[in-house]
């Protein structure tokens, strides 16, 4: 039983996206204390600011948690590398920062679901206030915000290519997504600034760093929330080989994702009672919803060796190449180290009976055999394409009521027959488009999964084999008023801290303004996002000097901050 006690007003667990722009709203109220607990470390690594270095950052310990799903029979009985960011920013520090805040009728629909407040009309001005474009406040973009939002700065043959040909099949070309319908083919925007990351801790964390009232911890890995009855009243955690216990006088709020908050809800008691009753854990609130219902965009990595044109393969492959690209990196800050893995994006309907558009492909001018191995030595490119509305469902369990031992984390990919229909129909799109006149010169050859693959049995059966995880899991905190939902439209747990409490103004536009820095596309990723558990108490304490000492590895940032 860790003894140590800090008393804060709120309590964060987890500096990702939405943990960091908590820490940030909530502390601009001078009169309350912040705690920002973060299992990883600081965010100054060199490849976390380089764009590129995601292919360094993604399956690296110092930066990744490297979970491992549980095989899926579909997925030819592979386990996947799962990747979720361990550091500060969490997963916007090791992602593709593509800027995309999802379709008009999926906000719309969830917002039927009896979630007031989330429709695409009521969620555009929240992303706009966040949004700084580069160009400013045009093409439905906000201006002035904390999240940068910028054009590519590298341009590829290959692609130009591949939207002329995308064009030839019905996909038309569009200057932006993001206007709530994101049908067409355009370059991603990204969240980047003059060829650097703009994680969320540049964003939200380091311009306040210095405020007296935010504490925020590194290396502090939550093992447990507390109740007092049915109320959240602070947060167990290990910082190094010490067991500390932070108190939270007002609100405890979940922000650890879609893997570390269901977790750490299930090791709290809070979740399925017959799954806590397996580890010895006493059920505080028998919440079945915590946990299940995971999904995640799959992506279908088609590959294509192409000829006569530049790739991002050649050049990370000659010595020449690596020179070129790293000294256009340090003088302009441009080239192909400021891409992020896609460049291209394109969104159509996988048949004509879709409502919407419901496959997107991410265009990469690349091609390795997965994330954290070398790029291939011959010319080529990735149009992976994956479904933006999958119908699969899996979990994510405790295995353990040690918080050190990984979840299960079981997607069940392609367990649906529909899910293997739009699978085979955008690998079909896909060799379209491969096909057309646009990029005929370049003598694209399919390589992954082979022209000898022509089935629906066969093409099936691939999509298993080269289908991967697009870094998208949600949906295990669930939002709505089903029984297996576990939060209100408002982000609190059900059931939990019943009390009559308020949110102030400001923490709920935050905490409903966030998914602008997540993947919006499919709306339902929105769900297992950001939550809480809350208690109303009286007056905050002052923050006691020992808890300013456990800020550990932040107290150098912060001094750098003040005097700076
Ligand atoms: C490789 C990759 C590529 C992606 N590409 C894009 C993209 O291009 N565009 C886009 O919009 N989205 C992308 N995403 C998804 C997006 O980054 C995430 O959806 C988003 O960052 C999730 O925000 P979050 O705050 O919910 O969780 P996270 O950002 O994952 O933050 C959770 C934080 O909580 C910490 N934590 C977890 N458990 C504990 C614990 N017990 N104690 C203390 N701390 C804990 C974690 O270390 C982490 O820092 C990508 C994700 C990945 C991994």
Redesign the pocket.
Known sequence: MATDQYVFDYVV???????CLLANRLSADPAVSVLL????GQDDWFWIDVPVG?LYT?ANPRTD?CYKTEPDAHLANRSIHY??????????S???????RGQKEDWDHWASLGNPGWTWQEMLPLFQRLEDYEHGAVDTYGSGGEVRVEDPRVRWEILDAWRAAAGECGIAPIKVFNTGDNSGCAYFQMNQKKGVRWS?TKAFLRPVMNRRNLTVVTQ????RLRFEGRAAAGVE?RAGSDSRYAKASREVIL????I?SP??LQLSGVGSGKLLQQFGIPVVHDLPGVGENLHDHLQVRMQYKVSGVKTLNQMVNSLWGKAAMGLEYLLFKTGPLTM?PSQLGAFARSDPQQPTANIEWHVQPLSLDKFGDPLHAFPAITPSVCNLRPTSRGWVRIKSND?ATYPEIKLNYLDTPEDRRVAVDGMRFTRRIMAARALAKYRPEEFRPGASVQSDKDLEKAAGELGTTI??PIGTCKMGQDAMAVVDERLRVRGISACAWRTPRSCRASLRATPT????RSPR?ARA??WRTARVRPPPPALPAAARACAGGTARRRRTARSG
Do not use: D
């Open positions: 667990v987890g500096a990702g996206t939405a943990g607990l973060e299992a990883g995601y993604i948690w990747a979720r960011g361990r550091v500060l920013g969490g997963c916007s090791i992602n593709a920062m593509i800027h995309m969320a502090a890995h939550a093992t955690f922000a650890a994702g879609a570390g977790q750490l992020p918080a870094f998208h820095l997540r993947p919006t990723k996002w950001c």
